[in-house]
C-alpha cells in the first residue's frame, strides 16, 4: 500500500480541511481533543463517535492508540529522543 503524497500534505496542513470522509474527521477530531485536555471529553463526544459509525470497540481502539502515542510522545520527548 502507498501512501496518498496529496493527501498526506492536506492532513498535515490542516485535517479539517483535508478531503476526508465524515467518519474520518469526527475521528480526528475526537484524538485532537483528547490529546489537547481529556478530560474535556464528554458523552456528547463518544456520541459523536457513534453517530458516524464507531461501535464501542473502535471508541475503545481510536482511544488506546491515540492515547499510546501522546504517552510514548511525551516520555520520548523528556528524555530528549531524536535532540542533538
Not at 4 to 30: C, F, G, N
Not at 48 to 68: M, Y
Request: avoid cysteine; hydrophobic fraction near 45%.
Amino acid at each position: 500500500m502507498t501512501l496518498d503524497k496529496a493527501l498526506v500534505e492536506a492532513l498535515e496542513k490542516d485535517y479539517t480541511t483535508a478531503p476526508i470522509s465524515p467518519q474520518d474527521r469526527v475521528m480526528l477530531d475526537h484524538v485532537v481533543k483528547l490529546t489537547k485536555d481529556a478530560t474535556k471529553i464528554w458523552k456528547d463526544d463518544i456520541d459523536r463517535l457513534r453517530a458516524v459509525g464507531f461501535d464501542d470497540r473502535g471508541i475503545l481502539q481510536i482511544t488506546l492508540i491515540a492515547s499510546w502515542f501522546n504517552y510514548i510522545n511525551r516520555v520520548a520527548d523528556a528524555l530528549g529522543v531524536g535532540r542533538e
